[in-house]
């Protein structure tokens, strides 16, 4: 895990194996455009689309969500841990 200021999107998200974010559409298409595997934790007060972004992203199979009363240590944990473990959303990616 790595918190920073700024990093250009194009560099940085290839190389992740799976990236925790507030669900806008710049940040989304971003990660699917790199084809990372995505959390998404959209925010009720900032934009509304984030919430609709969240869900097309999980209908495609390629994101889970944790809505900000559930985001907590253990549930972000265990929901990392499901993205990363999960056969059926890593077989997304690779079927492309």
Sequence with gaps: MIRAGYVPFGSL???LAA???H?????TSQALR????????????DQFDQFDNSDRAQRLGVALELLPQHY???PAIA???????DRSLRARWLAD
């Design 13 to 15: 998200l290839p190389r």
């Design 19 to 21: 990236f925790v974010h």
């Design 23 to 27: 669900g806008s559409i710049g940040t």
């Design 34 to 45: 790199a084809g990372v595997q995505q959390l998404i934790r959209p925010m009720p007060f």
């Design 72 to 74: 907590r240590t253990e």
């Design 79 to 85: 929901t990392i841990d499901r993205l990363m473990r």
